[in-house]
């Protein structure tokens, strides 16, 4: 499927037998708009000969603009993210809806999904862009086609909020297998084309984030305790803890490239980077521990990110901007600014040196670098 001629409209009232097979909104509410014009070439003049930008430092990615502002979401952004072609990205918020938006040109809004009786928590993308997977405070995951706004399936097994989700095997492709993570304590593994859980890990505590690795034979779960739980699901056991954090255990984001490192952020205002190879030497596997983005007192769930090549990680933070640090040397190569709340959600574009950022003001920025 060409994923950037996705169109879709819908028209009329919907009744409540017609709800489970009809989320997709045509003529979607959300907006973009361009900060700084793309530089011209032919010295600076359109075709009325207004100047309209001189030129200016090398362009490095295919947005329209160096920055684009996304707006249309009525309540706080909760979870943002690319899809694997880059081509599109979805965002989620407290206002219990999804957008769906392209990457380039006008990044127009070109669906909403609705479904979730809760804000939704977290969103991922299935392998292969077709599908999305949803978390949400209404105790229940939903997966979403995103060509049709099609709902294929909606899990309801958990018993309190579902703080986060992802595909369970990426590395092999497969779009039915996903993971689970809620305040009810529990981690569970879903296939789509199965009416219940496949398995069931129980933890004890509120489970806030979950990560799988790109072999799909090892989840992580971040907790309450502080700690991050990693269990190899063909025998349900636990295999290790990862301990450090002071606090909570917010977002957990798995490196793309190898699957050799995973980051966490927490409450204790730092992001950590772990090691996950089986001859690490490091005694609790933390391999480096960055610090400038604060959590506040909203104790929202921030998610960190670790782009394509595994040279920078980014977080958001309560003081509103996103910061990115060298993976290596820890140092902070970038602090943006622009959001005017705690910024909730970042993602590296899979492909091009462009960033995402979503925030509790309702809106996202695109960012190239």
Not at 76 to 98: M, N, Y
Not at 261 to 283: E, G, H, I, M
């Amino acid at each position: 499927m060409a994923e950037h001629k996705r169109k879709a409209s819908l028209s009329g009232s919907i009744t409540e037998e017609e709800e489970d097979h009809q989320h997709f909104r045509g003529h979607a509410p959300g907006t973009a708009v361009a900060l700084a014009k793309r530089p011209k070439i032919n010295g600076g003049q359109d075709g009325d000969g207004t100047a309209l930008v001189q030129a200016g430092p090398k362009r490095t990615s295919g947005l329209q603009a160096p920055i684009m502002h996304l707006t249309g979401h009525a309540g706080e952004i909760t979870t943002c993210r690319f899809s694997d072609s880059g081509e599109h990205l979805a965002s989620g918020s407290a206002d219990k809806k999804v957008f769906l938006w392209n990457t380039y040109g006008d990044c127009v809004n070109y669906g909403v999904l609705q479904g979730h009786k809760g804000r939704v928590l977290e969103l991922q993308w299935m392998p292969g862009s077709e599908r999305l997977i949803t978390a949400s405070a209404d105790n229940t995951l939903i997966m979403w086609d995103v060509a049709t706004g099609e709902r294929l399936k909606r899990a309801k097994q958990h018993t309190a909020p579902v703080n986060a989700c992802c595909p369970l095997n990426k590395g092999a492709g497969d779009d039915n297998v996903f993971v689970s993570a809620s305040d009810d304590g529990l981690a569970l593994l879903w296939d789509a084309r199965e009416r219940h859980p496949v398995a069931e890990i129980e933890h004890g505590l509120p489970l806030t984030s979950i990560a799988a690795a790109p072999s799909g034979n090892i989840i992580y779960a971040g907790s309450l305790d502080n700690s991050i739980t990693g269990w190899d699901v063909r025998k349900l056991s636990v295999i290790q803890t990862l301990r450090g954090h002071s606090g909570t255990v917010m977002g957990l984001s798995i490196s793309p490239k190898t699957g050799n490192y995973l980051a966490s952020t927490s409450l204790d205002n730092t992001v950590r980077l772990w090691d996950l190879r089986p001859y690490c030497k490091l005694p609790n596997r933390c391999e480096r521990v960055f610090s400038g983005a604060p959590h506040g007192f909203e104790m929202s769930l921030i998610r960190p990110s670790i782009d394509k090549d595994e040279t920078m990680i980014a977080s958001g933070s309560s003081d509103r901007t996103m910061t990115i640090w060298g993976l290596r040397s820890g140092e902070i190569k970038y602090k943006l600014p622009g959001h005017k709340g705690c910024v909730t959600q970042v993602d590296f574009h899979p492909k091009e040196p462009i960033v995402l950022s979503g925030s509790n003001d309702k809106s996202m920025f695109l960012g190239e670098l």
